[in-house]
């Protein structure tokens, strides 16, 4: 019986590491899409290129498109608790200001439809190298085609996300207001690449750019964001331990 205490104090402190340890797996998000985006081999031949030109392209970039899709189901599988972490701090801090979480729970929407996509595209891209210098290029041709899709749905889910959690932080002031300029920047980049359903081009669009300085503020977005709720969750929990420390009569 005289163990007790010590045993519900041990169960009590246990779970405290778990919203800091979500709270840092912004940073793993980061670093696992970057990886997953950059090894990418989004860089096809034209459509109507030689069969031999997308065969070279498949042989060189085999290993490239399966490390990409491995990286990318990580980023997706770490976003899940970063994302719920992130949802509830900024979700508080949106509902003390305007009496609603409308801004945070569209955010968090948007950032599950935009992982979820971009992992989709990452991995069914893998598969039109998968064989190498065996590929056929008619499959190859046609799954970089349609891959298009989730392609741009992803940008669609992070331009969201961005736009409304960026919108929280400006009104609320829970982040730095740069970190909120990064965001929307972000969110307006990722929404110009849409019009590349309208360039009529196969390929090579020049609104494709703007995945580049979409997925720059969206990696500084979640380190960011990442940090700032690491340092929150570290404050309350050692202010709830101020609170319970037991007092000398």
Same mark, same amino acid.
């Given at each position: 019986?005289?163990?007790?205490?010590?045993?519900?104090?041990?169960?009590?402190?246990?779970?405290?590491?778990?919203?800091?340890?979500?709270?840092?797996?912004?940073?793993?998000?980061?670093?696992?899409?970057?990886?997953?985006?950059?090894?990418?081999?989004?860089?096809?031949?034209?459509?109507?290129?030689?069969?031999?030109?997308?065969?070279?392209?498949?042989?060189?970039?085999?290993?490239?498109?399966?490390?990409?899709?491995?990286?990318?189901?990580? #980023?997706?599988?770490?976003? +899940?608790?970063?994302?719920?972490?992130?949802?509830?701090?900024?979700?508080? #801090?949106?509902?003390?200001?305007?009496?609603?979480?409308?801004?945070?729970?569209?955010?968090?929407?948007?950032?599950?439809?935009?992982?979820?996509?971009?992992?989709?595209?990452?991995?069914?891209?893998?598969?039109?190298?998968?064989?190498?210098?065996?590929?056929?290029?008619?499959?190859?041709?046609?799954?970089?085609?349609?891959?298009?899709?989730?392609?741009?749905?992803?940008?669609?889910?992070?331009?969201?996300?961005?736009?409304?959690?960026?919108?929280?932080?400006?009104?609320?002031?829970?982040?730095?207001?740069?970190?909120?300029?990064? #965001?929307?920047?972000?969110?307006?980049?990722?929404?110009?690449?849409? +019009?590349?359903? +309208?360039?009529?081009?196969?390929?090579?669009?020049?609104?494709?750019?703007?995945?580049?300085?979409?997925?720059?503020?969206?990696?500084?977005?979640?380190?960011?964001?990442?940090?700032?709720?690491?340092? #929150?969750?570290?404050?309350?929990?050692?202010?709830?331990?101020?609170?319970?420390?037991?007092?000398?009569?």
């Amino acid at each position: 019986m005289k163990d007790a205490p010590a045993t519900s104090v041990h169960l009590t402190d246990a779970p405290t590491s778990w919203p800091r340890a979500a709270a840092l797996a912004g940073i793993a998000f980061a670093v696992f899409l970057a990886l997953a985006w950059f090894l990418n081999g989004a860089e096809t031949p034209h459509y109507n290129a030689p069969d031999r030109d997308w065969t070279t392209w498949a042989n060189n970039t085999e290993m490239k498109g399966r490390f990409a899709a491995f990286f990318a189901l990580l #980023a997706g599988l770490v976003f +899940l608790p970063y994302a719920a972490t992130v949802r509830g701090w900024l979700g508080r #801090a949106e509902e003390q200001g305007s009496g609603s979480t409308r801004l945070t729970q569209i955010g968090y929407a948007g950032g599950l439809v935009g992982v979820t996509s971009f992992t989709i595209a990452t991995v069914t891209f893998s598969g039109a190298s998968a064989e190498g210098a065996q590929a056929n290029p008619d499959v190859s041709r046609a799954i970089a085609t349609g891959d298009v899709g989730p392609f741009l749905v992803a940008p669609m889910g992070f331009a969201a996300l961005l736009a409304a959690t960026g919108l929280v932080a400006l009104r609320t002031g829970v982040l730095p207001r740069w970190t909120a300029a990064v #965001a929307l920047i972000g969110a307006v980049s990722f929404v110009i690449t849409f +019009l590349t359903t +309208l360039d009529g081009t196969a390929d090579g669009s020049v609104f494709g750019y703007g995945f580049f300085p979409g997925v720059v503020a969206l990696l500084t977005w979640s380190i960011a964001t990442s940090i700032a709720t690491y340092r #929150a969750q570290r404050d309350t929990e050692a202010a709830s331990a101020v609170s319970h420390a037991p007092t000398l009569s």
